[in-house]
Each structure stands twice: as C-alpha cells, then as structure tokens.
C-alpha cells in the first residue's frame, strides 16, 4: 500500500462519517506528519511548525497534524475544541486531521505503515510521544523520522526538508 492510498478524514465539526476527502501525503508534495495534543510540554512546537508550513507551502511541502490522545490524555478535546485551539492560540493554517490511535490494536493504517521507518538512531516500533514527525517524499516514500524532543526548525529537519522537495 502507497502511503497516498490511505484513508485519513480531516479534523472537522461536522458529524463523523460524513463524506470527506482524505488528508493522506499526496504525491508530488513533500509532507510532514506530526501526531499532535493540546496539552503537552512539546505544544509549543505548533509554532515551529506553522513556520516550517508558511517558508514551505508554494515549494510543494505542507505539515500534517494529527490528533492524538494515547499519551497521558493529552489531547481530550472534541474536533471542534482542537480546531479553535490550534487556530486561536497558534494560527494553525496546515491541515489537522481527525483524531486517531497512533499505537496498539486501533492504530490507524498511517501509522501502521510509519512505525516500520527507522530514525537516525536506528529506532523503529511505535511512536514514542507527542509530536514524533515523519517526512514523506513526494514519491511517497517516508524519508526521515524525528523523535518528540526534535524541534521543526532544527537544522535536521530543516535540511531533510529543503532535500526532500519537490524540483
């Protein structure tokens, strides 16, 4: 399965189920995918990725938020209550996508085809906190994998980005 295939509905107030188009990594865009909480020591790190996403944006890069709530019950929230957060308190304008598991038996296919991704330490298995980040290619493909503790605008992110865009 292509990292583009999977199914993954936005972040949105409407009533679950509705018909929606999916937020997967598009090919032909280098995409971020960071899982997200309202209430973590890293939130701050939405700052640096809403910088990450407007430096970016018109060169084929775009961050992917995606809610989680699996790490100490960080991300509580309704759809709605994330949205105004994320929007209000750090002008979000990346996409969020609908809450989901990111480890154990309800993790979401997305997820289940980027934990096999080594990072730079070797490390592969399940994400490990809030804000783990994995940079897909625009051929699809997952480039890089970031710990928690990595900051979006660290000179390792930044220079897998720049590398991974498109031509």
Same mark, same amino acid.
């Given at each position: 399965?292509?990292?583009?295939?999977? $199914?993954?509905?936005?972040?949105?107030?409407?009533?679950?189920?509705?018909?929606?188009?999916?937020?997967?990594?598009?090919?032909?865009?280098?995409?971020?995918?960071?899982?997200?909480?309202? @209430?973590?020591?890293?939130?701050?790190?939405?700052? #640096?990725?809403?910088?990450?996403? @407007?430096? *970016?944006?018109?060169?084929?890069?775009?961050?992917?938020?995606?809610?989680?709530?699996?790490?100490?019950?960080?991300?509580? #929230?309704?759809?709605?209550? %994330?949205? $105004?957060?994320?929007?209000?308190?750090?002008?979000?304008?990346?996409?969020?996508?609908? @809450?989901?598991?990111?480890?154990?038996?309800?993790?979401?296919?997305?997820?289940?085809?980027?934990?096999?991704?080594?990072?730079?330490?070797? *490390?592969?298995?399940?994400?490990?906190?809030?804000?783990?980040?994995?940079?897909?290619?625009?051929? #699809?493909?997952?480039?890089?994998?970031?710990?928690?503790?990595?900051?979006?605008?660290?000179?390792?992110?930044?220079?897998? %980005?720049?590398?991974?865009?498109?031509?």
């Amino acid at each position: 399965m292509s990292l583009s295939d999977v $199914q993954i509905a936005p972040l949105t107030a409407d009533s679950p189920g509705s018909e929606q188009a999916s937020l997967a990594p598009r090919p032909g865009v280098a995409t971020l995918v960071v899982n997200v909480a309202s @209430k973590c020591g890293l939130t701050p790190q939405y700052e #640096g990725l809403e910088r990450l996403q @407007k430096r *970016y944006a018109d060169r084929g890069f775009t961050v992917l938020g995606v809610p989680c709530n699996q790490f100490a019950g960080q991300e509580p #929230g309704s759809s709605s209550e %994330i949205a $105004q957060f994320c929007s209000a308190t750090y002008g979000v304008s990346f996409p969020l996508t609908e @809450k989901v598991e990111v480890n154990g038996p309800g993790r979401h296919p997305l997820y289940a085809e980027l934990v096999e991704v080594p990072d730079a330490q070797g *490390y592969t298995g399940d994400i490990r906190w809030n804000f783990e980040k994995f940079l897909i290619g625009p051929g #699809g493909t997952v480039v890089a994998r970031f710990g928690p503790q990595t900051e979006p605008e660290s000179d390792e992110v930044v220079s897998a %980005i720049e590398a991974a865009l498109p031509d």
